[in-house]
Structure formats: C-alpha cells, structure tokens
C-alpha cells in the first residue's frame, strides 16, 4: 500500500481553517456549553468534518465532548486529541489568531500545531485507508476533549460514561512516539493582599510568560538594574514591559520567564512582597526547582518548575506554578518540600490539579508497531520519547501520544504566531494513515 496525502491537500487545509477560525478559548459556561461557546462550536464543526468525511458521529447532550466513529466490530482503537487551545494577546501576531493564514507553505492561527492540525491530519489519515479499501475490522473512534488546557473534565466525563478504547494513540506530542510522561501538578501559592501593588502578568499555568509589565517610581533604577543583568525590556513614562520567550511549561528551559526576571527586578529594587520575593530566591533563573528539591532527574528527564502567572493586589497574591515531576518520583515529597519552603515567605499551597505519569514499556504491541512504523516510512530513530508534556495518553490504559512535531520542525504551540508547515501536516497526515493500519491488524 502507497499512501499520497497530496491529492487531499486542499480539502485538509480548508477543514483546517475552518476549526482554526473558531475561537476555542475556555470561557464561561453556557447551557450545553460547559466551557463556553467556542469550544461547544469547535466540537460541532470538527463533527460537520467528520461526517463528510464519512464518519458516525455523537455529540455529548451535555456539551462535554464528541466523538466519531467508522468500522465494525467488538474491538475499539481510540484517537484522542482536543479542540480548545490556550489564550492569545492578540498584539503578539503577525496574523490574527483566529483568522487563518496561509503564507509561504505555513498555515498560521492558533490551533495549528496544538491540537487542531494533528486532529485533521490523522481523521484525513483514515480516510486515505478507506479510499485504499483498507478492511477496516475494528471500531476507530475519534474522541475530541474539550477543555485540555485546563482540568481535563471533558475527557474525564467521556471515560466515565462512554466505552473505553482498547488501545490508542493521541496525536498531541512528537514522533517518533512518547511512553513516558512526567506527573503534571498545577498548583497556586496564595498570600495575604498588597495595597502597595497592583500586578497581572501572564497567562496560564502550561505556559512561560513572554512579557510582565509594572510601574515603579525610581525608572532610571530600574533601568539600571535590567541592563546589569542583560534583561531585554520596554520603557513608556514610568512603565516597565520586560520581555521574555514564550514557551510550553514543559520544557520552560527553551524560553524566557518575563515574571522571573520581574521579580529580580523589583526585588533589586528593594520593593517588599513575599510572592515577587518567593519567584526572585527561590524559582529566578532555574526551572529545575533546585532551590525546593535536590536534583530530581530520570528516565523521563528532570523535574521542571513554571511560574504561569503572577497576581498582586490589594485582595491577594497568588502566584500559578506548573510542576513536571520525573516519573519516579513522588508528588507528596515534592509537595511537602514547597510547602515548607512556601511556608517561610508568608504564602500558602492550594493544588490547583494533578495528573500522574504514564509509562508503557517498549515492548507492548502499540509501541512496538508504532515503532515500525517510524522505521518503514521515515529516516527518524524511533527510540520512544519521555516527556514532560501531558497528553489524552494518561487518560486511558495501553495509550501513548504519537506525533505530529517531527524532529527539525519549529515548535510554536502554546505561542504567539503558532503555524504549522503543510508539507509537515502532510506528512503527518501519511504516517497516521500507516499507523492505523497497522494497529488494525
């Protein structure tokens, strides 16, 4: 069997844009719209696909998720991926974020890379098989979360009321595949008010904050301060933008944390606040939580600490932590450890959620034949992957995520002017369609 993906490539890209212009940020809860209107849109649309494509589809009664399904019999082969996606600062792109755009090979728009492109491409990826007259013996099920980036109860109220697949995949990480995948705690460090700040920066736990903004009096201080220690930064009056590097909270090492160095700054500055006092001692610099525990490393790579978000008011602090802990480790001893350490400057631990790791061993049938995969129809060594990324693969026995990033290609998801590369989408889209094929046999 040859598989061409590009006699689909137009069609892919209209289907595409036409979940990409949806804005699926989480939102207030609407009848039947648990997580806003947006979302609730997404999953119809990415269902309107569906059917033309040829698939059987659902749609939960109360909003929560959808689904669709092609084939027959008694086994279930699940395909999990999501539909909302994280917030923008629209300021940020090139192109607006929910008006799609296609330049130079590359279709920009939130969504692209994380999860929207990967969902299309693998529910093309099995329409190239029945256009091959693929048999198709067992249930696929395309299951579509809706709220991924936050608390997982969509995909939680799917496994509670509907049938678990058997085996899957979630095309919501890099090939070659990821087996292992560190425990996810979200968590907030709550102290008492500040009359004498006012401070919101950032955006979401899973996220390092490109920018932080703040007023300070002493404005040639600051500035001294920011150029000794080589902060890239914006002035307007008496108002500081520090400028970071987006990146996903589970590999923070690839960006800049704006409020990191925010509370250097400000700390140098002699202001007295135990949460900007807390992030400039304890978190500054490192996103490896030296400062909390000692050197937690693995298998599955080192603990990694986030700080998402910062609020200062008179009301309260709260600074938004993202944790990854190395899948040998325990959640408990680290919680513990950062209570303690917490606990010294004046602020309290609430966990906000958790998700433990995952491990599938190399040698179960999914990674194997996955692995092959890789091996007949790409160059890429297909050693699984550890990562600090939590995936739909958690939410399901024998499941582990499966693309779409290839080795090479510029990761944007979760930052401003997210793309994906259409040659890259393609060829997603053409080891989905062998993948399903031979997790079918």
Not at 221 to 242: H, P, Q, R, S
Not at 414 to 439: F, G, P, R
Request: proline share 4%; hydrophobic share 35%.
């Amino acid at each position: 069997m040859n598989i061409n993906m590009d006699k689909y490539k137009d069609d892919l890209i209209k289907d595409l844009k036409r979940l990409v212009s949806i804005n699926s940020v989480i939102d207030e809860p609407q009848t039947k719209a648990p997580f806003g209107i947006g979302i609730k849109n997404a999953v119809e649309e990415c269902l309107e696909i569906a059917k033309s494509l040829g698939y059987r589809t659902y749609m939960d009664p109360e909003g929560y998720y959808g689904y669709a399904e092609i084939g027959e019999g008694e086994s279930l082969f699940g395909i999990l991926g999501h539909l909302d996606v994280v917030p923008v600062a629209a300021d940020d792109w090139i192109y607006p974020p929910f008006e799609p755009t296609l330049v130079d090979g590359k279709l920009y728009g939130r969504g692209t890379q994380d999860d929207k492109g990967p969902i299309i491409a693998a529910m093309y990826g099995m329409k190239a098989l029945l256009d091959n007259n693929i048999k198709i013996n067992k249930r696929v099920r395309f299951i579509f979360g809706t709220d991924e980036e936050t608390l997982w109860r969509g995909i939680n109220k799917y496994m509670e009321k509907e049938e678990k697949p058997d085996f899957g995949f979630s095309p919501d990480s890099q090939f070659p595949l990821t087996n292992a995948e560190k425990g996810l705690l979200q968590l907030k460090l709550v102290g008492k008010g500040d009359s004498n700040l006012n401070i919101k920066a950032g955006n979401a736990f899973n996220a390092v904050p490109d920018k932080a903004t703040f007023t300070v009096k002493d404005i040639d201080k600051a500035k001294e301060i920011m150029n000794k220690n080589n902060f890239e930064y914006k002035i307007d009056g008496n108002t500081v933008t520090l400028l970071g590097k987006a990146a996903h909270a589970a590999k923070p090492e690839e960006g800049i944390n704006a409020i990191s160095r925010m509370a250097v700054v400000l700390n140098e500055l002699g202001i007295e606040n135990d949460s900007l006092k807390f992030i400039s001692d304890i978190i500054n610099s490192t996103c490896n939580g030296e400062n909390i525990v000692n050197n937690w490393e693995d298998v599955s790579g080192k603990l990694t600490v986030n700080v998402g978000k910062l609020e200062i008011s008179s009301l309260e602090q709260v600074v938004y932590v993202d944790v990854r802990i190395p899948v040998t480790f325990k959640k408990n001893e680290f919680v513990s450890k950062l209570t303690e350490v917490a606990l010294k400057y004046n602020l309290k631990y609430e966990e906000f959620d958790y998700l433990d790791s995952i491990y599938i061993p190399e040698d179960t049938e999914l990674v194997v034949k996955l692995r092959k995969v890789i091996e007949d129809h790409t160059d890429m060594d297909s050693t699984p992957l550890s990562s600090g990324g939590a995936t739909y693969a958690r939410a399901m026995d024998n499941c582990v995520a499966f693309g779409a990033i290839f080795e090479g290609q510029e990761k944007t998801e979760h930052q401003a002017n997210e793309y994906i590369d259409i040659c890259y989408l393609l060829k997603s889209a053409e080891i989905y369609a062998y993948a399903i094929n031979q997790l079918l046999k």
